[in-house]
Each structure stands twice: as structure tokens, then as C-alpha cells.
């Protein structure tokens, strides 16, 4: 009889808990016509494989990275219908050389991606592209794939973090460069 009780009581005690449960709100997907314009991959720290080497790398701005890939972007997307984003990012920059010289470098990527709310603050928005890599006299085709997460700071500012794997299709650069980036985003 004592286990009877017992279970009517954690039987009670579990109705009454569920019945407290707010009810699950439905995936919101970025609304149509928003523009998004983020400064990308501003710090990074990553892992770049190269020829059965892996080397992992931090930078700040830009600093101290060793993969041209892994250089700050500045991204521009447009959410076409709701949640779907059509975009891309370039990045322009130098590379310092051992013989002191400077080599320019520069990577342009279209990409497409879908955006959803997974609360009021957190933002999820995987997103994957293609496009070319120029590094001096060097080029590569690129294949880009980010899991981005934006924490909403109010409606138009948002900080931009997750991971990323970069795949170059040329054997000048690395085989991949996997990590984690942050940067931020405004919305209009």
C-alpha cells in the first residue's frame, strides 16, 4: 500500500510540474527583406591541417594567423524570402613575408544560408558557400561552411560566434582549416 501512495504522490507531483511548462513557441525564421551586414572572423582560433601537419592558430584582427582563410571578412546578406539569406563576404588583406615583402590577399565567397530564432536572444544560422581564394600569385577555389549563432545584444546589434570549416581545392594552401570564429553583426 506504501508504494501505491508513493506512486500516486510522484504521479501528482509530475502532473503538477508539466502543467507549469510554458508551451514550446515555434521556430521563427528571419523575417523577409532583412539586411544583415557583419564584420566576420574578427578572433578566431582554429586548427589548419596541412600535408598530415596540424597547426593551431589564434588571432585577433587578423594578427598572427597563418592561413589566409582565417582572415577577418566582411559579410553582406539579404534574407530573400523568410529565414533564406542570399550573401556573401570578401576580405582584402596583406601577408607579411619572410623577406619582409608585402603579398596581397584576397577572398570572395557567395553564400546561402537559413536563419531562425531559437529563443529571444539566440539566432542559429548555418550557412555554406563557394568561391575564390587569390593569395599573391596563387589561387584556390574555397568551399566555406559556418554554424553561426548570434546572441541578439538588441534588435539591430548582434555578436557573432560558432564554428567554421574552410576547404581550400587547391594544394598551395592547407587541406582544411576547422575552428571557432566571433564577430559581430548589425541588421537592417
Known amino acids: 500500500m506504501g508504494n501505491l501512495k508513493q506512486g500516486i504522490i510522484a504521479a501528482a507531483a509530475l502532473g503538477a510540474s508539466l502543467s507549469f511548462v510554458p508551451e514550446a513557441s515555434a521556430i521563427k525564421p528571419v523575417p523577409q527583406g532583412t539586411f544583415k551586414l557583419a564584420a566576420e572572423r574578427l578572433i578566431s582560433s582554429d586548427f589548419t591541417f596541412a600535408g598530415g601537419t596540424t597547426t593551431w592558430n589564434n588571432q585577433i584582427f587578423g594578427a598572427a594567423g597563418n592561413a589566409p582563410i582565417t582572415a577577418p571578412r566582411l559579410g ?27 603579398q596581397g590577399r584576397t ?6 544560408g537559413y536563419a531562425f530564432a531559437l529563443g529571444n536572444v539566440i539566432d542559429f544560422w548555418p550557412r555554406g558557400g563557394f568561391g575564390i581564394l587569390v593569395d599573391g600569385n596563387e589561387s584556390s577555389g574555397l568551399i566555406s561552411l559556418e554554424a553561426m549563432f548570434l546572441a541578439n545584444l538588441d534588435k539591430r546589434f548582434a555578436l557573432e560566434f560558432g564554428p567554421a570549416v574552410d576547404i581550400p581545392l587547391s594544394r598551395f594552401y592547407p587541406d582544411a582549416v576547422v575552428g571557432g570564429n566571433a564577430g559581430f553583426v548589425v541588421t537592417f
Open 107 to 112: 577572398a570572395i565567397l557567395p553564400r546561402v
Open 76 to 102: 553582406a546578406d539579404y534574407f530573400i524570402i523568410d529565414g533564406l539569406s542570399l550573401g556573401g563576404h570578401a576580405s582584402v588583406g596583406f601577408n607579411t613575408r619572410t623577406n619582409n615583402s608585402l
